[in-house]
């Protein structure tokens, strides 16, 4: 099935208020999840780093404070959530992100720019994950470090309860986004999907870690 960029924008913006703050009342699992991201990035002063679907730029803004003289981009489909991302980093004080609107399956950046890169959140909602996993390994330096993190299929209630929500209140059309409300399994990741997509794009290591109900891949080129 074809799907509707378009639409999928609008989709997009009509939820980043609520996604904004719903996640901003559910941020005990950064407490966990973003120590753990950013021991495993490790991003430097003068490096390139990469936020990939960066949403309200959470990750962007914790990694632009403590590289401040790193190169980060934020890349969003939806000027909504860019325009959250930006007055966010603003109030953080981190004017040295740069926020643009990109598509996570055809990153608007040549082969081999990046130092490291971080996805949270949104390989789930790509309809062709398989081709965003080949432009992550596609846009990092060689020996560059990828981290994706997704809720853990069947065992992140929080993120499955936000979904359902989603849907009752119309946000999330099925036929849009390829899939019906019975197969909501589909939208989530499994260990087993994790490795197997990663190492078949290219990647020479693949490490995965649980952490607070979510799957985190650590992936090096």
Same mark, same amino acid.
């Given at each position: ?19 904004? *703050? ?10 966990? +999840?973003?120590?753990? $991201?950013?021991?495993? !990035?490790?991003?430097?002063? %003068? ?10 730029? @959470? ?15 934020? @890349? ?19 004017? &040295? ?9 055809? !990153? ?9 890169? $971080? ?6 909602? $790509? ?9 992550? &390994?596609? #846009? ?21 309860? *936000? ?8 946000? +999330?059309?099925?036929?849009?986004? %390829?899939? %019906? ?15 197997? !997509? ?7 290591? #693949? ?12 992936? $090096?080129?």
């Amino acid at each position: 099935m074809t799907i509707d960029k378009e639409a999928t924008i609008k989709c997009y913006d009509a939820l980043a208020p609520f996604y904004t *703050f719903f996640r901003a009342k559910t941020l005990r699992s950064d407490r966990e +999840i973003m120590p753990f $991201v950013l021991k495993a !990035l490790m991003p430097a002063d %003068g490096e390139r780093v990469l936020d990939a679907g960066t949403g309200p730029g @959470v990750y962007a803004i914790k990694i632009a404070g403590q590289a401040r003289n790193a190169d980060i981009h934020a @890349v969003d489909l939806s000027p909504a959530f860019l325009k959250i991302a930006r007055a966010n980093a603003r109030k953080a004080g981190c004017g &040295h992100i740069r926020f643009d609107q990109g598509d996570i399956e055809n !990153l608007p950046f040549e082969a081999d720019r990046f130092d490291k890169l $971080v996805c949270a959140g949104a390989l789930e909602a $790509v309809p062709n994950r398989e081709k965003a996993a080949r432009e992550f &390994h596609r #846009v990092l330096k060689p020996g560059g470090t990828a981290v994706i993190i997704e809720p853990d299929q069947g065992r992140n209630i929080r993120d499955r309860a *936000f979904l359902f929500l989603l849907y009752g209140i119309g946000l +999330i059309r099925p036929k849009m986004r %390829g899939f %019906g409300v019975t197969d909501i399994k589909r939208y989530y990741l499994n260990k087993h999907d994790f490795r197997a !997509l990663f190492a078949g794009s290219g990647f020479s290591r #693949v490490e995965l870690y649980d952490r607070r109900g979510s799957i985190c891949a650590v992936c $090096v080129k």
